[in-house]
């Protein structure tokens, strides 16, 4: 059981990435790239100038939460394990929930001012080290927008209650309720669909699956040209975003898979639990989220585990899609 009603913690939730969003626009305003861009050290992901301005403030965010209720706050920045428990000198066992946190989600991108990153949050109730993904009864997700645009979106759900979405006018912060929802589309002609592959580590591997996936499914017409459409999006966030209100068809990360197929000793960047914390606003919304093996995900909230997986914008895709993938990952 969660320690407040579900809406309540929506709202403490939102007003924390709020105070995020502004706090990176006036970042983003006030420094150069170079200086946002500048790597410092950090445990998990790499971690850059700017997540280091945003940790500081969540911690702050979350201290003062905390004096009214234990709980386990998980992100980088605060330890090599990546946990803390709130407020000091609580034990684990006392925490009412944890609360797993990327304050940004696509630091590379926003720095950069190429495309929007994302503040994601997930909720669980505490259930000790194990609390994993599939616990997650609450998340929210905000749109941290270049400095080119005035509109940012908000996405939130809670467990078996739907998904909420709300555009706000950054320039005369008013803001328009919707409500997301994923493609009804039944098959990837003349639409959006990707697997992952960022960076030069298994893009080969990854390409040549993707490749196959689309051949497999038909993905040229009888002229030759293509039928679906790429987007790599540097973030998971982004990614969930573009598929829960209908932008993109599919989109899978399977870079932890195609690393253990290329006999990596260790893992380069991919996906943690931290980046996908809010796949419950696109299963809430209707679409689908699988691990590699087409199961729920159920990866234990930390900063090192790696996260294969794989989203569907509806069930209609996903009989289409799902068989053809797993059998190419696992013959490969």
């Not at 990176?24 to 950090?42: I, K, N, P």
């Not at 000091?88 to 190429?114: H, N, S, W």
């Not at 009888?222 to 969930?240: A, E, H, M, W």
Request: charged content about 20%; some cysteine; proline content about 5%.
């Amino acid at each position: 059981m969660l320690p407040y009603p579900a809406e309540q913690i929506v709202a403490r939730v939102r007003a924390l990435h709020e105070h995020i969003r502004s706090e990176v626009r006036a970042q983003l305003s006030q420094h150069s790239t170079e200086w946002l861009a500048q790597a410092v050290e950090g445990e998990g992901d790499t971690q850059f100038r700017l997540d280091v301005q945003v940790e500081r403030l969540l911690l702050q965010f979350c201290q003062q939460w905390a004096q009214e209720v234990p709980f386990v706050l998980v992100a980088e920045g605060l330890s090599e394990e990546g946990r803390l428990v709130l407020p000091e000198g609580a034990g684990a066992q006392q925490a009412q929930f944890v609360m797993i946190v990327d304050p940004i989600d696509g630091t590379r991108l926003l720095m950069y001012d190429k495309r929007s990153a994302w503040c994601l949050t997930g909720i669980a109730p505490n259930r000790g080290e194990e609390t994993s993904l599939a616990d997650i009864e609450i998340a929210v997700q905000t749109e941290l927008p270049t400095t080119r645009q005035h509109l940012a979106d908000t996405l939130w759900a809670i467990r078996e209650h739907g998904a909420f979405g709300e555009r706000h006018n950054l320039l005369d912060g008013s803001a328009t309720p919707f409500r997301p929802r994923p493609s009804t589309a039944t098959d990837l002609r003349y639409g959006f669909a990707s697997i992952a592959n960022f960076f030069p580590e298994g893009k080969a591997w990854l390409a040549q699956l993707e490749e196959s996936l689309y051949q497999r499914l038909g993905s040229v017409d009888v002229r030759g040209n293509p039928l679906v459409f790429n987007d790599q999006y540097l973030s998971t966030g982004g990614q969930i975003y573009e598929l829960t209100v209908g932008h993109d068809r599919f989109v899978a990360d399977l870079r932890p898979h195609a690393f253990r197929q290329l006999g990596y000793a260790s893992f380069p960047l991919c996906a943690h639990p931290y980046d996908i914390c809010t796949e419950l606003i696109a299963r809430e919304a209707g679409a689908i989220i699988t691990d590699e093996h087409g199961q729920p995900l159920q990866t234990r909230l930390d900063i090192h585990e790696p996260v294969a997986w794989v989203g569907y914008a509806n069930s209609a895709l996903r009989a289409q899609i799902e068989p053809v993938l797993l059998e190419l990952l696992h013959r490969r």
